[in-house]
């Protein structure tokens, strides 16, 4: 399946490219030396809420703020075949996984934007985890954008044994299994939100015309109806628990 999906429900590549084309934009107008920072502090604060959101998640499942439960508990999934990723045991302790494909690296790549993907590859997955419990430890030594391999991730005191790969079945698959997954709507309009938030905050009118002027590529890419969908999500409270209204739109499934 192709990552650009130009009718239908959003995908991956929708949410990536919108970042993209916001960076690109914040460094056409104010340089990379100045923009590239700010991206990835707009993008520290997007991981962090929607971390905190996941550990609002477990805990109203009655669950512990564990490394396996932040796994289990991950807001997303991608369509078949657009995922590849293996788990190897690091030592007794840790656990390491290798995203040897990835949704995002594709659609950049294809773009010409790898330039700019990169920035959110150096900031979400340690934001993410900071948000869903800071005292929980992942190393991050290579990303696909940055370091041009798989994506080399090790998770502190989470060892690879039967009791963690039955946990991870069960809790993917079974309970809270799709319940906890969002749709790519929801997530691309956070994304657009909290970076058009911190940017405008930053830089004033520049920043926000920046994010305007990404959502205007995004809506040409794709569909006015696409972009209409992300500004919508302007008025949504995403540092809370969604309301079930607006889980309405369709979810992509897949393991992630």
């Known amino acids: ?31 990379p030396v100045k923009g590239e920072p700010l991206i990835r502090k ?21 669950k512990e703020l564990t490394m396996v ?26 656990m390491r996984m290798l995203v040897e494909r990835c949704p995002w690296h594709a659609a950049w790549m294809k773009q010409d934007l790898i330039e700019y993907g990169r920035l959110y590859c150096q900031e979400i997955d340690l934001a993410l ?14 990303t696909q954008t940055n370091d041009h391999t798989a994506c080399d991730f090790v998770f502190h005191g989470t060892p690879l044994n039967l009791s963690t790969n039955l946990a991870l079945l069960v809790g993917k698959k079974l309970s809270p299994g799709k319940n906890v997954v969002l749709p790519w709507e929801y997530h691309t309009g956070h994304l657009y939100k909290t970076m058009s938030d911190v940017l405008a ?10 994010a305007e002027a990404a959502l205007a590529e ?39």
């Open 1 to 31: 399946m192709s990552t650009e999906n130009k009718s239908g429900s959003f995908t991956p590549a929708h949410h990536g490219l919108l970042m993209a084309w916001i960076s690109r934009q914040i460094c056409q107008r104010v340089g």
């Open 42 to 62: 707009a993008i520290r604060r997007y991981g962090e809420e929607r971390g905190s959101r996941m550990a609002r998640r477990a805990l109203s499942h009655g």
């Open 69 to 94: 439960n932040y796994l289990i508990f991950g807001e997303w999934s991608a369509p078949p075949g657009e995922v590849e990723q293996r788990l190897e045991s690091n030592n007794h302790n840790n």
């Open 129 to 142: 985890l900071r948000g869903f419990n800071p005292e929980l430890h992942l190393d991050v030594h290579k």
């Open 201 to 210: 905050a930053e830089l004033g009118p520049t920043g926000r015309e920046a």
């Open 218 to 256: 995004f809506g040409a890419h794709f569909s006015a109806e696409a972009a209409q969908i992300v500004h919508t999500h302007l008025q949504t409270d995403f540092t809370s628990l969604p309301e079930k209204a607006i889980l309405r739109l369709e979810t992509n499934h897949g393991y992630s």
